[in-house]
C-alpha cells in the first residue's frame, strides 16, 4: 500500500484511514488499540505500524470499517498520547496500486504480523547455517519460507533475517532468548550482538 494526502473535499467523504505520527517506535498495537480505547474511536478495522525495512517509522496506520466515523474519530484523537508522548493524526487515502518494497509501509508489508521476528545487526555474510541451530526449540510457521534472508541493510551492510513464529507468544519467546546476545563471538568478538524484534 502506498500512502498519499489528498485534497479535504475528498478526503472525509471516502477515506478510511488515519495516520498517527510522533508514536514511540517501541509502541505495539496492543499500545496504540489502548489508546483508541481511551480516546472513545470507534469502527476501527485494523491497526498496523509503519515499517520501513522492517524498521518503526513512528507512524502509525488506522483503517476503518467505513468513512462515517472518520470526522469523529480525528475529533477524539486531538489530545492523544502514548506513555506521555502526544501523537498526531492525519486523514490518509489509501492507494492500493502502488506495490511497496517488502519491509516498508503497513505491517512490514508481509505476512503474519505479530509472529514475525527481524534478527539484525548480524555479519554480512551470515548464512542460513549459522541461524538455524539458533531457532532450536522454538515453533516456526508451517509456510514456504520460516526463515528468510532479508536484503543487506544499505546503510550498515550487516545481514538480517526475518523469522516466522507459529503465534504471538513465541515470537516473544525468541526475542527474549536472543535479543543482545553475542553470534559467534569467537569469530566477532562482541562486535555484532544480536538485535531482535517483533514485527507487527
Same mark, same amino acid.
Given at each position: ?18 495516520? &498517527?505520527? $510522533?508514536? =514511540? ?6 499500545? *496504540?488499540?489502548? #489508546? @483508541? ?5 470507534? !469502527? ?74 527481524? &534478527?539484525? $545487526?548480524? =555479519? ?6 549459522? *541461524?538455524?541451530? #539458533? @531457532? ?5 510457521? !508451517? ?58
Amino acid at each position: 500500500m502506498n500512502i498519499r494526502i489528498t485534497s479535504r473535499s475528498v478526503k472525509f467523504t471516502t477515506a478510511r484511514h488515519i495516520e &498517527l505520527n $510522533n508514536v =514511540p517506535k517501541s509502541a505495539t498495537p496492543a499500545d *496504540i488499540r489502548r #489508546l @483508541l480505547w481511551r480516546s472513545k474511536v470507534q !469502527d476501527i478495522q485494523d491497526v498496523s505500524i509503519i515499517y520501513k525495512g522492517f524498521m518503526p517509522t513512528g507512524r502509525a496506520l488506522l483503517t476503518l470499517n467505513k468513512p462515517n466515523f472518520l470526522r469523529d474519530n480525528m475529533r477524539a484523537l486531538e489530545n492523544a498520547s502514548i506513555s506521555g508522548i502526544r501523537v498526531y493524526s492525519g486523514v490518509r487515502m489509501v492507494d492500493g496500486d502502488k506495490q511497496l518494497a517488502f519491509g516498508d509501509g503497513p505491517h512490514a508489508n508481509t505476512f503474519n504480523e505479530g509472529k514475525n521476528v527481524l &534478527l539484525w $545487526n548480524l =555479519p554480512r555474510r551470515t548464512q542460513f547455517s549459522t *541461524i538455524t541451530p #539458533l @531457532l532450536k526449540g522454538f515453533a516456526l510457521a !508451517d509456510c514456504k519460507e520460516p526463515i528468510q534472508k532479508v536484503k543487506i541493510d544499505e546503510f550498515t551492510f550487516l545481514s538480517r533475517f526475518l523469522i516466522r513464529l507459529v503465534d504471538e507468544s513465541e515470537a516473544h519467546r525468541l526475542v527474549r532468548a536472543l535479543h543482545m546476545t553475542d553470534l559467534e563471538p569467537e569469530k566477532h568478538g562482541r562486535a555484532h550482538p544480536v538485535r531482535a524484534h517483533v514485527v507487527y
